[in-house]
């Protein structure tokens, strides 16, 4: 049997790096693409000179041409963290709308099975707690997040459109927020701030008054649930997330006391549109996919300690 082949678009960021790990080590030939806006060739350093992987510099916002068969696209190219929003909110928009159209046109031309990377910003600032996968979401189209939240959206439509209308076997994942090595230090968002912020001993910056909630996934938690979402049969959308929410203030905390840290937590004003509330409602990822997370936040944040010390020592914050 020759080796099965796949596409990840964002292969150089910080899931998508993973991913691409995974599927390697599955004996599948991984073909990453990225045009490295915000992922970084070091998440892939270790995987050049392997055989069975390549790398493809290209912005899947353009007409992607790929020689050979296909059996997998998976698209994982996006800006993710607020901050990027803000500075990047034109390829926000286009990669997930243009971007996704490109990618599954070549899904379609390829007859490869497509699974998108979607989000619990779908939900937007959510009135049903917690998420569930029926639930539509209360996004506002015109607030800073809204580059990303409505080109996932699209990004949805498009692919039930292609599904519906080309018969192409399709797979949407709803991500929430995710951690683990290979997160940018300065992207923006609470955990690797709080460690940069706590491991270098600065004031850790809470944005309001902490209050909102979040639930963090360890990374390699949420790549076995893509891994048995693509594998399944399930064409409708699949939250994978771990369910234990926690507060942010109480997130500055625990990240505090992990590394032993001095730092004093400050507070900041709320960005816009900061979601009140993110849980996932997981029990269709458990009757679907017999899908549930292994690594509580404890067990989690002790595993990524190292990856963020390294990198507070190299890049000297
Ligand atoms: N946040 C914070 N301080 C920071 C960065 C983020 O208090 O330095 C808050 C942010 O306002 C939000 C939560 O932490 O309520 C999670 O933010 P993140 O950017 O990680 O992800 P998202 O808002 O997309 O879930």
């Not at 000179?49 to 996006?78: C, Q, W």
């Not at 029990?283 to 595993?303: F, H, I, M, Q, T």
Request: aromatic fraction near 10%; charge should be negative; glycine fraction near 8%.
């Amino acid at each position: 049997m020759p080796k099965k082949r796949i596409l990840i678009t964002g292969g150089c960021g910080f899931l998508g790096s993973h991913l691409c790990d995974r599927f390697l080590s599955e004996g599948y030939k991984v073909i990453c693409m990225d045009n490295l806006l915000t992922g970084s060739p070091e998440n892939i350093a270790h995987l050049i000179g392997n055989e069975d992987f390549k790398f493809i510099k290209h912005d899947v916002t353009n007409f992607i041409y790929v020689p050979g068969d296909l059996d997998y696209v998976l698209h994982f190219a996006s800006p993710a963290s607020p901050i990027d929003y803000l500075e990047m909110p034109i390829q926000t928009l286009k990669v997930g709308s243009l971007g996704t159209h490109k990618a599954l046109g070549l899904a379609k031309e390829k007859n490869a099975r497509f699974l998108l990377a979607s989000t619990s910003e779908v939900y937007g600032d959510p009135q049903i707690h917690p998420q569930k996968e029926d639930y539509w979401g209360n996004v506002n189209p015109i607030g800073f997040r809204g580059v990303y939240d409505e080109a996932k959206r699209f990004a949805e439509a498009m692919t039930m459109g292609y599904h519906r209308y080309h018969g192409l076997e399709t797979r949407i994942v709803r991500i929430f927020n995710t951690y683990g090595s290979r997160m940018r230090l300065k992207d923006g968002r609470a955990l690797p701030t709080f460690m940069r912020q706590a491991l270098k001993g600065n004031p850790i910056t809470v944005f309001g008054d902490g209050s909102q909630t979040r639930s963090f996934t360890y990374v390699d938690d949420l790549v076995e649930g893509i891994y048995r979402l693509l594998l399944s049969d399930e064409v409708e959308p699949v939250n994978i997330g771990n369910p234990q929410e926690v507060t942010i203030l109480e997130f500055a905390k625990e990240i505090v006391e992990l590394t032993g840290s001095s730092s004093q937590i400050i507070h900041e004003e709320l960005p816009d549109d900061d979601p009140k509330v993110r849980q996932p409602d997981i029990s269709k990822a458990r009757r679907v996919l017999d899908w549930e997370p292994a690594v509580d936040r404890k067990k989690g944040l002790n595993k990524t300690l190292s990856y963020f010390k390294q990198q507070v020592d190299k890049t000297d914050g």
